[in-house]
Structure formats: C-alpha cells, structure tokens
C-alpha cells in the first residue's frame, strides 16, 4: 500500500511524504527515512520502493520547495538546521522513535 499525505512544520510550511509498505501485515516492520538532494524529490527513489517496501515501512518526504511540499516564503530561513529541524517534525508527526535513514546528496 502507498499512502500520501502531509503536515504542517512549526513555522507553517506543508510538507508532502509518502508511505510506501508492502510488509506483512501482522509484522511490525522497520521504518526506512528517505531524504533526497536539493533539486529533486521524493520520486527520485520510486524505483528502490518495491524491492525496500518489502521489508520496511519507506517514508519518502520531500523537502520544503520540492515534489509537492509547499514553496516556504522567502521571510523563513532555509537553512541545514531548519531542514534538519522538518525531518524531526516529520518523525515526531507520524510518531516514530527510530528509524533507518537513507540520505542523497543534501538529503
């Protein structure tokens, strides 16, 4: 199953993500994180997603300004912090304490 959805960041900025799991049911999979570089978005790994969404649950976010994440305003920092920050959001939103982290780049 693949379900996308967003959240919004403590500075207001919507970020998109993607749940990618094909795991057994009646297992607790693995979560893997997967960040992508500057100048692309989460649809970059789509090819990696059924041979990994086997046997992790894959979050795919896409950074603020990219893929379907919203373009914050120019008033907000965009900085490795503030970016570092969305990730620990996104982990805190979806309730999750550990995680595997795949990271391209920037990401």
Same mark, same amino acid.
């Given at each position: =199953? ?9 500075? @207001? ?10 795991? +057994? ?6 979560? /893997?994180? =997967?960040?992508? %570089? $500057? =100048? @692309? ?6 090819? =990696?997603?059924? #041979? !990994? %969404? ?10 603020? #300004?990219? #893929? ?5 305003? %120019? ?14 959001? $996104?982990?805190?939103?979806? #309730? /999750?304490?550990?995680?595997? !982290?795949? @990271? +391209?780049? %920037?990401?």
């Amino acid at each position: =199953m693949t379900a996308q959805s967003s959240f919004t960041t403590s500075d @207001g900025v919507r970020l998109a993500y993607s749940i990618d799991d094909f795991t +057994n049911p009646w297992e607790k999979p693995p979560v /893997l994180v =997967m960040l992508h %570089a $500057a =100048m @692309g978005s989460s649809r970059r790994f789509f090819s =990696m997603v059924p #041979g !990994l %969404a086997r046997h992790f649950r894959v979050v795919r976010v896409d950074t603020r #300004g990219h #893929g379907d994440s919203q373009i914050p305003p %120019a008033s907000l920092p965009l900085d490795k912090a503030r970016l570092t920050l969305d990730v620990v959001e $996104a982990l805190d939103h979806l #309730g /999750l304490d550990r995680v595997h !982290l795949l @990271g +391209n780049s %920037a990401g």
